[in-house]
C-alpha cells in the first residue's frame, strides 16, 4: 500500500495536520493560556502558520519526488530522440512513476529490436539492388523516383542525385521507355517491350504497378540486351554470308553448265575453257567446305594440338617460301625480321604455319605494291602499346605482319576476325578467299593459349599480331 | 503549404515539356529512317502522330498560362513558365518539320534511295542528339551546355551543304534522278530547319538560366 504514490503523500499531510493540531491542542489547554481568549487565538494563528509553512515544504519535497524521475525521462527520450538508442533509465522505484518507467524501457526495447530487424532487412535489400545486373527504379503513384539501383544509373547514365525525388521522365528520358511507362500508368497491367536505346545499348523494359499496402509503386525493370543482340546479328550475318558465299560459285558454275549445253561443247576451245573455269569454281567451293569443316573441327576442340618447343624461323619461313614468286609478280617486298636470339616456342608447327600463311596471303591481297614485312619479338623487347595487349599472359614471343596496304576501316576492325566478315564487299569482291582465313587464325591462336590482334589505319596499311607462349 | 503546391506544379509542367521533347527525339530519327528504307506504314504513323504532338502542346500552354493567372509567378518561376511555353513552340514546328520529311517519303513511292539518303539520317541522329542534350541543359540549368548544343548546329549545317552538293552531282550524272534530288534537298532542308529550331530553344534555356534574352550567333563559343 505504502509504495502507491496517493498514500506516499496523503500520509505525511496525514501526519503534519494530526501533529500540528495535537500540539496546537495541547499548548491551548496550558494553564497560562486557559480562559484567555487572547493566547487562544494567537495560539491557534500559530499552529495554523506552522502547518501552513510546513504543507508548502512539504508540498516541495514531495512534487520534486514526483517531478525527478519525469525530468529523468524527458532526459532519455531526448536522447534517443538524438540517436542515442541505448539511454535507458537505469533507477526508478517501486511506485506509478518507477512503474511507468519499467513500461517505457521494455517499449523502447522493443523499438529498437525492430528498427534493427527492418535495418538488417533494408540492408539486405539495398545490397540486392546495389549488386543486381538489371536496371531497378522504384517510382510512386505520382510519377516521382524514389529508389534508383547502380546498375539502372549506368545504363541511364544519371545519378542519384538527379533522379531522386524527380519525376520519371527526367530519369527515362527515352520517348519509348517513357511511353511504356505512360501507358503502364494508363492501363495498371504490366508493359514490357525492347528498346534500343542508343545505338550500342539495347534494353528490356518492363514496367510493373505493385500495390502495396494501398498505395501504388511502379517499378521499372532494365535489362541489358546489348550483348545478346550483338550475338544474334553476328549469327544472323554468318547465315547471309554463307547463303551468300556458296551461291556466287554456284551461279558461276550454272552459267558455265547452261552454255556448254547451249551448244558450247561443240567448240572444243571454248568446251575447255568453260571446263577450266568450272574446275576453278569447284575448287573454291571444296577450298570453303573444307576450312568450314576445319573451323568447327577446331572449334570444338577436336583437333589435338601437337605442342613442342619449335623455333619461330621455322614457323615463318616454310610459309614464306610460298609466296615469294607472288610477291615478285606484285611487284611487293616481301621483308622477314628475325632476331638470332629469339626464345623457342610452344606450338604445333603445322597449324601455326598455317596462321602464319593466312596473314601474309590477306596482307598481300589488300597490299597492291609496297611491302609486307614478317617480324617476331620477344614480349620484353615489344613496344608499349602491344605490351599493353599481352598484360597478364605468360611469357611470349609476338609475331607480327605488317603491310603497307589499303587498311581496314576502324568501324570494321573489332569484327575482322569473324566468320566471312569482309570489310568492304565491293572492294574485297575479285580478290578471292573464302573469308574464313582469320576466323581459322584466331581459333588457332587461341587454341595454343595465345593472342591475336589488329591495328590499321586506313590507306596506310594494317599489322597483325599474334604471340605464342615460350617453351 | 501553397509554395510546395506551385512548385510541384512547376515540376509536372517540366515534365509534360520532357515527354513532349522526348517524342519530338523519337520522331526526327524514326521519320529519317522511315524514308531511308521507303517504309510508307511508319511515315503514315509518324503524320498521324502530328496531332498529338500538337495537343501536347496546347495542353503545355494551357497549363502555363493556367499558372500565370492562378500564381503570379514571379522571376525565375515566371522565366521557367515563358520558357516552357516558348520551347513547347519551338518543339511543335520541329515535329512539323518531321511530319513534313514523312510527306516527301510517301510522294517518293518505293523508288531506290539516293545514297545521300544515309546522310539525311546522320543529319536526323544529329539532331536528335543536339535536343537530348539542350533537355539535359533545360534540366541541369546549365547555360554553358546550352551554348555549347547550339554552336552543334553548325554540324548539321554542314551535313545539308553535303547533302546538297552530293544530290546536284547525282542529277548531273543521271537527269532520271532529278525528281528524287529535289524532294530529298526538300527533307535536308526540314531538318536543317529543325536544327535552327533546337538552336533557338538553347537561346531560351540561356534565359531561363540567366535571365538575359539574346539571340546567339552561329558557332558562338561559350563565355
Redesign the interface.
Known amino acids: 500500500m505504502l509504495s502507491q504514490l496517493r498514500w506516499r503523500i496523503a500520509i505525511p499531510f496525514a501526519i503534519l495536520v494530526l501533529l500540528v493540531s495535537g500540539i496546537t491542542a495541547y499548548v491551548a489547554n496550558q494553564p497560562v493560556c486557559r480562559g484567555d481568549p487572547a493566547c487562544l487565538r494567537i495560539t491557534l494563528w500559530v499552529g495554523a502558520g506552522v502547518m501552513a509553512i510546513t504543507a508548502v515544504t512539504l508540498a516541495f519535497i514531495l512534487s520534486a519526488r514526483i517531478t525527478r524521475p519525469i525530468k529523468e525521462l524527458t532526459g532519455a527520450t531526448q536522447r534517443i530522440l538524438s540517436g542515442d538508442r541505448h539511454a535507458r533509465i537505469m533507477r526508478y522505484g517501486r511506485d506509478e512513476t518507477g512503474e511507468f518507467i519499467r513500461t517505457y524501457n521494455q517499449l523502447i526495447d522493443q523499438d529498437s529490436q525492430i528498427i534493427n530487424e527492418l535495418t538488417e532487412e533494408r540492408d539486405q535489400l539495398a545490397s540486392v539492388l546495389a549488386y543486381m545486373a538489371d536496371g531497378v527504379i522504384i517510382a510512386d503513384a505520382y510519377?516521382y523516383v524514389r529508389q534508383v539501383n547502380p546498375a539502372a544509373m549506368r545504363l541511364l547514365g544519371t545519378t542519384e542525385k538527379?533522379a531522386l525525388g524527380?519525376?520519371i521522365?527526367?530519369t527515362?528520358?527515352?520517348?519509348?521507355l517513357?511511353?511504356l511507362w505512360?501507358q503502364c500508368q494508363r492501363e495498371k497491367e504490366e508493359q514490357i517491350a525492347a528498346v534500343e536505346v542508343g545505338r550500342d545499348l539495347f534494353l528490356q523494359a518492363v514496367v510493373t504497378p505493385v500495390m502495396r499496402r494501398g498505395s501504388l509503386v511502379y517499378l521499372v525493370i532494365l535489362q541489358d540486351l546489348t550483348t545478346i543482340r550483338r550475338l544474334e546479328t553476328i549469327r544472323r550475318d554468318f547465315i547471309s554470308n554463307i547463303s551468300h558465299e556458296l551461291r556466287t560459285p554456284l551461279a558461276s558454275l550454272r552459267a558455265v553448265v547452261e552454255t556448254l549445253q547451249d551448244g558450247a561443247l561443240a567448240d572444243p576451245p571454248a568446251a575447255t575453257r568453260f571446263l577450266s573455269r568450272a574446275e576453278h569454281e569447284v575448287d573454291t567451293l571444296t577450298q570453303m567446305v573444307e576450312e568450314l569443316l576445319e573451323l568447327s573441327r577446331i572449334e570444338s576442340g577436336r583437333v589435338p594440338l601437337k605442342l613442342s618447343a619449335t623455333a619461330v624461323r621455322d614457323l615463318i619461313q616454310q610459309p614464306l617460301e610460298r609466296f615469294r614468286a607472288q610477291a615478285r609478280r606484285d611487284e611487293v617486298q616481301l621483308v622477314v625480321k628475325i632476331p638470332d636470339d629469339l626464345p623457342l616456342v610452344l606450338a604445333d608447327a603445322s597449324r601455326v604455319q598455317q596462321v602464319v600463311n593466312n596473314l601474309v596471303h590477306n596482307a598481300l591481297k589488300f597490299t597492291p605494291h609496297g611491302e609486307v614485312t614478317v617480324s617476331a619479338f620477344a614480349d620484353s623487347d615489344a613496344p608499349r602499346a602491344v605490351r599493353d595487349k599481352l598484360a597478364g599472359a605468360p611469357p611470349s614471343v609476338v609475331i607480327a605482319v605488317a603491310d603497307t596496304g589499303v587498311g581496314i576501316p576502324a568501324e570494321d576492325l573489332p569484327r575482322i576476325f569473324e566468320r566471312f566478315y569482309k570489310s568492304d564487299r565491293a572492294r574485297t569482291r575479285g580478290r578471292g578467299g573464302t573469308g574464313l582465313g582469320l576466323a581459322i587464325a584466331r581459333h588457332i591462336v587461341q587454341a595454343h593459349n595465345g593472342r591475336i590482334w589488329a591495328e590499321s589505319k586506313e590507306g596506310k596499311g594494317s599489322t597483325f599480331y599474334f604471340s605464342l607462349r615460350t617453351s | 503549404m501553397t509554395r510546395g503546391v506551385f512548385e510541384h506544379q512547376l515540376?509536372?509542367l517540366?515534365?509534360l515539356l520532357?515527354?513532349m521533347s522526348?517524342?519530338v527525339?523519337?520522331?526526327l530519327v524514326a521519320t529519317a529512317v522511315a524514308l531511308q528504307h521507303a517504309d510508307h506504314t511508319r511515315s503514315q504513323e509518324l503524320i498521324e502522330a502530328d496531332a498529338h504532338m500538337n495537343a501536347a502542346y496546347i495542353h503545355i500552354e494551357q497549363t502555363c498560362l493556367g499558372l500565370i493567372a492562378t500564381q503570379q509567378p514571379k522571376a525565375r518561376d515566371l522565366r521557367l513558365i515563358t520558357a516552357v511555353m516558348t520551347i513547347g513552340g519551338e518543339l511543335e514546328r520541329i515535329n512539323d518539320y518531321a511530319k513534313g520529311v514523312a510527306k516527301i517519303n510517301l510522294h517518293l513511292g518505293h523508288e531506290p534511295r539516293l545514297t545521300a539518303v544515309a546522310d539525311l539520317c546522320a543529319m536526323a541522329e544529329k539532331a536528335r542528339l543536339m535536343l537530348?542534350q539542350g533537355?539535359n541543359a533545360f534540366?541541369?540549368r546549365d547555360a554553358a551546355q546550352a551554348y555549347a548544343v547550339h554552336a552543334a548546329d553548325a554540324e548539321i549545317d554542314a551535313l545539308y551543304t553535303q547533302i546538297q552538293q552530293d544530290l546536284l552531282a547525282a542529277i548531273l550524272t543521271n537527269v532520271q534522278h532529278t525528281t528524287q534530288a529535289n524532294k530529298l534537298m526538300w527533307a535536308a532542308h526540314n531538318l536543317e530547319r529543325a536544327g535552327d529550331r533546337i538552336g533557338n530553344i538553347c537561346e531560351r534555356i540561356v534565359f531561363l538560366v540567366t535571365g538575359e534574352l539574346i539571340e546567339l550567333p552561329t558557332a558562338v563559343r561559350p563565355p
Not at chain 1, 172 to 176: E, W
Open positions: 510519377g538527379k524527380r519525376p521522365a527526367e527515362l528520358r527515352h520517348h519509348q517513357i511511353g505512360q | 515540376e509536372k517540366q515534365e520532357l515527354i522526348s517524342q527525339e523519337g520522331n537530348t533537355m534540366l541541369a
